[in-house]
């Protein structure tokens, strides 16, 4: 029941065009049918081994998305249906998720995750690296991956400014590649800072401890 109501109440406040993730990483298979019982979809999780088991186990008409660092010889477990990758942060990893969206006749749509914190433990492309492979036009060369949007994630800090800037850093470079790249989906916060996110122009938000409780 905690976890419906949770997952209610945030989605009434939500804004319209803001999209939920829930980040069921760790929790029991019981506690995604809780969710996906109010309607719920789209879920994420930062394991390979995890994702394909609890792919494995519940309904097919989930939608799943990979958040976390992934290694580009486990793509190959997730390529038959994972339904968007948020964490693309290498052209070593861009290329083996064509190579086995070839292998599985199927476009993977992916978010190119940008470093946008000055935590050393978080992944993703430097802006610079990212504007090097869209100058080299290196992405209109693999046929079967779409970039479809951005993702990022803050520092983890209790300060809203830094947080807000870092977020609005992000926004900014989602804009400029908007048309040009035909992006579409901006993904920024989670249960700390997701109010935060979405004031600047997040729409999609990954949300895991506020549906499901605290993670051990
Ligand atoms: C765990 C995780 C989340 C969810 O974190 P909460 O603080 O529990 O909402 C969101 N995004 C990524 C990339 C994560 O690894």
């Given at each position: 029941?905690?976890?419906?109501?949770?997952?209610?109440?945030?989605?009434?406040?939500?804004?319209?065009?803001?999209?939920?993730?829930?980040?069921?990483?760790?929790?029991?298979?019981?506690?995604?049918?809780?969710a996906?019982?109010?309607g719920?979809?789209?879920?994420?999780?930062?394991?390979?081994?995890?994702?394909?088991?609890?792919?494995?186990?519940?309904?097919?008409?989930?939608?799943?998305?990979?958040?976390?660092?992934?290694?580009?010889?486990k793509?190959?477990?997730?390529?038959?249906?994972?339904?968007?990758?948020?964490?693309?942060?290498?052209?070593k990893?861009i290329?083996?998720?064509?190579?086995?969206?070839?292998?599985?006749?199927?476009?993977?749509?992916?978010?190119?995750?940008?470093?946008?914190?000055?935590?050393?433990?978080?992944?993703?492309?430097?802006?610079?690296?990212?504007?090097?492979i869209?100058?080299?036009?290196?992405?209109?060369?693999?046929?079967?991956?779409?970039v479809?949007?951005l993702?990022?994630?803050?520092?983890?800090?209790?300060?809203?400014?830094?947080?807000?800037?870092?977020?609005?850093?992000?926004?900014?470079?989602?804009?400029?590649?908007?048309?040009?790249?035909?992006?579409?989906?901006?993904?920024?916060?989670?249960?700390?800072d997701y109010?935060?996110?979405?004031?600047?122009?997040s729409?999609?938000?990954?949300?895991?401890?506020t549906?499901?409780?605290?993670r051990?």
């Amino acid at each position: 029941m905690k976890i419906a109501n949770n997952l209610l109440k945030i989605k009434s406040e939500l804004p319209e065009d803001v999209k939920l993730v829930a980040v069921s990483k760790t929790k029991p298979i019981e506690d995604i049918k809780s969710a996906y019982k109010t309607g719920q979809l789209d879920f994420g999780e930062n394991k390979i081994q995890e994702l394909v088991s609890k792919y494995d186990s519940l309904p097919k008409n989930i939608k799943w998305h990979m958040i976390g660092h992934l290694q580009s010889n486990k793509v190959k477990y997730i390529a038959p249906f994972i339904h968007l990758i948020h964490s693309v942060d290498s052209i070593k990893l861009i290329r083996e998720i064509n190579k086995q969206a070839i292998k599985n006749n199927r476009t993977i749509n992916v978010l190119i995750q940008i470093d946008i914190s000055n935590d050393k433990t978080k992944f993703g492309f430097s802006v610079d690296d990212f504007h090097v492979i869209l100058k080299d036009e290196l992405l209109s060369t693999f046929n079967n991956l779409k970039v479809v949007g951005l993702m990022g994630m803050a520092s983890f800090t209790d300060n809203q400014y830094v947080i807000k800037n870092q977020f609005n850093f992000l926004k900014d470079l989602f804009n400029k590649h908007k048309e040009t790249l035909s992006l579409e989906i901006l993904s920024m916060g989670m249960s700390g800072d997701y109010n935060i996110a979405i004031e600047c122009q997040s729409n999609l938000i990954r949300l895991g401890s506020t549906i499901f409780g605290k993670r051990k």
